[in-house]
Structure formats: structure tokens, C-alpha cells
């Protein structure tokens, strides 16, 4: 799977947009961009995923770039409960043939504090 | 929609003794996923069960952890001789399968591990 850069760290205000950057430069066409986060002592939440175009959910927008080499996860409206670990995770889609579940490799992801 | 389940929550036992985990996952889900998560790192992978068969196993899964799923419902995992590094939150994770698509994991609240 293509390995994915994230900020360490992020700051937002609460009602405020949050814009979490991923870079992931090697990307293959055939591999999606995930996102997860983590809620401090909580196990992994699905938020979304994509392959080429964008995506809106009810808790958030995946914007990948053109040339799928980077994305966005958009929080439209930040709440002090999203503070959180996220996680951009690039995966493989389904390989005929290949009895690989395709295990998620999280990185260290993005903390994103949101504040009052 | 039950969610995924895990139990203990939390367990405490003496280096060298052995302990065993369950995972309950979501009832549909034929994909039941191990991941280890350490202090300040991002879950990693430890193995990946399609039904009752171990499809797949990382590196990191020593020959003192076995996990199973003997009827492709639930699944244990097993450390034996449990060793201080071996304290860390073991997370469990479900997901549907089938052609032609890459379907998203959902993660129950971990067991988290001390050894002292």
C-alpha cells in the first residue's frame, strides 16, 4: 500500500471548518484513500472513503486531488467532540485471486484538538 | 446494529501467564480483524480471518499469540507467556466481503493489556 504523510498536529476553533491535509504521492490507480479517527481510548471510527471523486457523508467531505496524489478531509462544522487522532489510510480495492483482507496500516495520523 | 464486542475491557496479569481475548463481531460480517495498538502509535495489523480460516498473519503475530474463529462467528486470541512488551490495547475489527468492492472496517473498544 502507498505510504501517507499527515501533519502531526492540528488546531481548530469549535464551529469552524476543519481541513485535514493527507499527502499520499504514490498512490496506485487501483487504491482507495480511508479515513479513520480515534477517540481517546476508543477504537477506530470509519468517517469515509474514496477512490478519484469526492465524497460527502454525513460526517464529513473526502476532496482528492486531480492527479490523486493528495486529499482533504473536511469537517464542515467542528464540535469539541471531534477532537481526535485521524487517520488517512491508502489501500488496496479488491485483488481477485488474493486472499489479502487488506489490512489497514494507520501511520501516526493527525491529533486535531478543537478548542472553544 | 450491535456493534462490534470485545471482552475484558481491560485485563491485568503477571509476566508469564497466559490470557485469552474474545472478539463478538458484527453478525453479518464474514472479515474478523486482530490489530495491536501501543502507547502513541497507530493500531498495526496482527491478523485477518475470512469466516473460520486465518487467511492471513503479520510478522508481528509471535508463535506465543494463536487466534481462532471456530465457527466463523466469534474469535479468541490467545498470548501465552505473556511478556512486559506484550502490554499494549488489542482492538478487534469486522467487515463484510465480497467481490469487487473494498468495504470498510469496524472496530470494537479494544481489551487493553498490562503486564506486569
Known amino acids: 500500500d502507498a505510504k501517507t504523510t499527515q501533519p502531526t498536529s492540528m488546531d481548530c476553533a469549535e464551529g469552524r471548518a476543519a481541513n485535514l491535509p493527507c499527502n499520499h504521492s504514490?498512490?496506485?490507480?487501483?487504491?482507495?484513500v480511508y479515513w479513520y479517527r480515534q477517540i481517546h481510548s476508543q477504537g477506530p471510527q470509519y468517517i469515509i472513503h474514496?477512490?478519484?471523486n469526492n465524497e460527502t457523508n454525513e460526517m464529513a467531505s473526502l476532496i482528492i486531488t486531480e492527479d490523486r496524489k493528495s486529499s482533504t478531509l473536511i469537517l464542515p462544522h467542528a464540535t469539541l467532540r471531534d477532537t481526535a487522532v485521524y487517520y488517512c489510510?491508502?489501500?488496496?480495492?479488491?485483488?481477485?485471486?488474493?486472499?489479502?483482507?487488506?489490512?489497514?496500516?494507520f501511520g501516526k495520523g493527525t491529533s486535531l484538538l478543537v478548542t472553544p | 446494529d450491535t456493534g462490534v464486542s470485545q471482552d475484558p475491557r481491560h485485563k491485568i496479569t503477571k509476566r508469564g501467564q497466559n490470557v485469552t481475548f474474545r472478539c463478538d463481531p458484527i453478525?453479518?460480517?464474514?472479515?474478523l480483524y486482530w490489530y495491536r495498538q501501543t502507547l502513541g502509535q497507530g493500531p498495526e495489523f496482527l491478523t485477518y480471518?475470512?469466516?473460520?480460516?486465518?487467511?492471513?498473519k503479520s510478522r508481528l503475530l509471535s508463535d506465543r499469540f494463536s487466534a481462532e474463529r471456530p465457527k466463523g462467528s466469534f474469535s479468541t486470541l490467545e498470548i501465552q507467556r505473556t511478556e512486559q512488551g506484550d502490554s499494549a490495547m488489542y482492538l478487534c475489527?469486522?467487515?463484510?466481503?465480497?467481490?469487487?468492492?473494498?468495504?470498510?472496517?469496524?472496530f470494537g473498544p479494544g481489551t487493553r493489556l498490562t503486564v506486569t
Open positions: 474514496g477512490l478519484k
Open positions: 475489527a469486522s467487515s463484510r466481503a465480497g467481490g469487487g468492492e473494498s468495504y470498510e472496517q469496524y
Open positions: 480471518f475470512q469466516n473460520e480460516a486465518q487467511l492471513e
Open positions: 504514490t498512490i496506485s490507480g487501483n487504491e482507495y
Open positions: 453478525s453479518e460480517h464474514n472479515r
Open positions: 489510510i491508502v489501500r488496496a480495492g479488491f485483488i481477485r485471486g488474493s486472499n489479502s483482507g487488506y489490512a489497514l496500516n
